[in-house]
T-cell receptor
């Protein structure tokens, strides 16, 4: 079973729409959670971390549900510039020294005018 | 400017010809990783390193070697490249194992004929 599962989409939404992505993780020992954004043929860039209490950054809201082992990303009032692939990532810290970051396969979002 | 650099950015080579992809970061980060990204498979970790001389295998280490002799550099070595190693490669660094902020290099597109 993969560490992180993510619906690949694609999601095609009009400008102004609200869109939500979910991501599930398999290991309850996972400790840190993130959403990354990746534009076509570019490197991933950290969009936001996900905290247990949920967190918001402008039009973006991230939430964590430890009981059900999933994280979500909500984008409100979608803009054309939001078109990208969104990757969830989960960090599992193993032992006392080394940690591993596991990525979902990414969800492709296209916002159309 | 804080950054992760990779070289070369694009490389076409032939089966069996040893190659090295360099990665360097200027942020004094302890944690560095190599990933490969393939369509439908997402980002998969090849190797990672917590600090100088401390490395460990990721999910897909076969056919790759790494070394961490200096904190800032983390080269990826393909001793005998094969066509199935054709991929987009990313180097990444972060201050610690929690990886609250992970910086990716711009990527190296490798084609093995």
């Amino acid at each position: 079973r993969k560490e992180v599962e993510q619906d690949p989409g694609p999601f095609n939404v009009p400008e102004g729409a609200t869109v939500a992505f979910n991501c599930t993780y398999s290991n309850s020992a996972s400790q840190s959670f993130f959403w990354y954004r990746q534009d076509c043929r570019k490197e991933p860039k950290l969009l936001m971390s996900v905290y247990s209490s949920g967190n918001e950054d402008g039009r973006f809201t991230a939430q964590l549900n430890r009981a059900s082992q999933y994280i979500s990303l909500l984008i409100r009032d979608s803009k054309l510039s939001d078109s990208a692939t969104y990757l969830c990532a989960v960090n599992k810290v193993r032992g006392s020294t080394l940690g591993r970051l596991y990525f979902g396969r990414g969800t492709q979002l296209t916002v159309w005018p | 400017e804080a950054q992760v650099t990779q070289n070369p950015r694009y490389l076409i080579t032939v089966t069996g010809k040893k190659l090295t992809v360099t990665c360097s970061q200027n942020m004094n980060h302890e944690y560095m990783s190599w990933y490969r990204q393939d369509p439908g498979l997402g980002l998969r970790q090849i190797y990672y390193s917590m600090n100088v001389e401390v490395t460990d295998k990721g999910d897909v280490p076969e056919g790759y070697k790494v070394s961490r002799k200096e904190k800032r550099n983390f080269p990826l070595i393909l001793e005998s490249p094969s066509p199935n190693q054709t991929s987009l490669y990313f180097c990444a660094s972060s201050p610690d194992r929690v990886q609250e902020t992970q910086y990716f290099g711009p990527g190296t597109r490798l084609l093995v004929l």
